[in-house]
């Protein structure tokens, strides 16, 4: 008996040890936590550096010894020549801009715009990446906004289209000094489209009523399960072609030489077509952009991420993996 008593006091001695232990460090990571921002972090990646190795690694393996030597005492001479001469090259900030239906990478563009505005110098320019098809009104003009304030902060602006920037992400693109897209990429769809499915009928069927109020004559002019009427799809309408008008004048302001009425029919153009229409000023890929501007410039890519969530990173990679599983079944049933 006594042993057991001896055994449970020091177990009970052992428990309290622990237990203490794990309290602080649980106070500590929680403190650690609390520290940390919740925002993000910026990444900055430079492209010119990676060009200029990749160059020398491909000139390493494919030249002669003796050509290579040469050649790498030419790098140095160049070097040192610029040195001297004190030269400093100009910085071009790229900027991946992918946008989802309703443009919630914006958070990150706002973030990335703020900070070129701070450090960017008199030679420094800004060259953005847009993929999207459109979306959301107002998220839409809020990315386009903020492209306008590298505009507004006298920051050169380029855009590069390489897949498309339609509706919403031509309304980001047209913001642009100058706007490169590549040969098959889609551009342009300045129109406004709604749409949205009624089972009103389908409810009716079924004995089931529906009671929306509203204080406002047209605080809801057409509804999912309501009735609608011809005063609701008549004010659903003029609301639609008054966005229109508004984005045919955004349009308008900052390509004020293109036949706005003519390309305002909710029309896309392939990058080709587009430049015949004044929708762009150039065909060329992103990549050709960067490759010409490493010579003049030193070419950075800067990119803020979210910090995101264990949940957010476990749904982030079932949906990969969904998409995957589609896009390999959709392969082995088609053919180009």
Known sequence: MEFLYEY??????????????LAVVIFVLAASMKNKSDKGELRLTDIS????????????????????????????????????QNLTKGKVFVIDFKGSIDANEVSSLREEVTA?????????????????????????????????RLRQANIPLSICVDKVAASGGYM???????????????????????????????????DID????????????LTVFGENTDEGRAKFQQELEETHVLFKE???????????AKVATGEHWYGQQAIDLGLIDAVSTSDDVILELVNTHQVIKIQYQMKKKLADKIAHGVSLSVNTMMNRFAERNQSV
């Open 210 to 221: 529906y009671e929306q109020h509203t204080a406002g004559d047209f605080k809801r002019t």
């Open 8 to 21: 449970g006091l020091f177990l009970a001695k052992a428990v309290t040890i622990v237990v203490a232990i």
């Open 172 to 206: 980001m693109a047209c913001v642009a000094n100058k706007v490169y897209a590549a040969p098959f990429a889609i551009v342009g769809s300045i129109g406004v489209i709604a749409q949205i499915p009624n089972f009103n009928r389908l409810l009716k069927n079924h």
């Open 116 to 148: 070129i505005i701070t450090i960017a110098d008199k030679d420094d320019q800004v060259l953005v990446n847009v993929e999207s098809g459109g979306g959301m009104v107002h998220g839409y003009g809020l990315a386009a906004s903020q492209l306008d």
């Open 250 to 260: 955004f349009v308008g302001r900052y390509r004020p030489n293109m036949d706005i």
């Open 49 to 84: 550096d990676e060009l200029t190795q990749l160059k020398h690694q491909l000139k390493e393996e494919l030249l002669p010894k003796k050509q290579f030597k040469a050649y790498e005492k030419q790098v140095k001479a160049a070097e040192k020549a610029a040195e001297k």
